[in-house]
């Protein structure tokens, strides 16, 4: 089961009030990936989505640095996890 349009838009709602600069960014939206103690192998974890939206920000001295979040969501859209590239 993918995400809902509607459950991206959640999810980037929540991430635009957190992180403002990267307002309108549209997120790439991935199946999760984990990897399996015993084989090494990576496989599709059971109903979770990595969301990555990528921009820039201000730094205090007025220049520009990429910024990138991660969101680890759930399949019924409830984020799990934010963390963010600084």
């Known amino acids: 089961m993918a995400l809902k349009k509607t459950q991206v838009d959640t ?4 991430v635009y009030r957190r992180f403002p ?3 309108g960014v549209a997120p790439l939206v991935r199946n999760q990936m984990v990897v399996a103690a015993s084989a090494n192998a990576k496989s599709p974890a059971a109903g979770q989505y990595l ?3 990528s921009g820039k920000a201000l730094t205090a001295s ?3 640095m990429p ?3 991660r969101v680890t969501a759930d399949a019924n859209g409830r984020v799990l996890k934010i963390s963010t590239s600084h």
């Open 11 to 14: 999810i980037a709602q929540t």
């Open 21 to 23: 600069e990267l307002g």
């Open 51 to 53: 969301l990555t939206f």
């Open 62 to 64: 007025g220049k520009s």
């Open 67 to 69: 910024r990138v979040v």
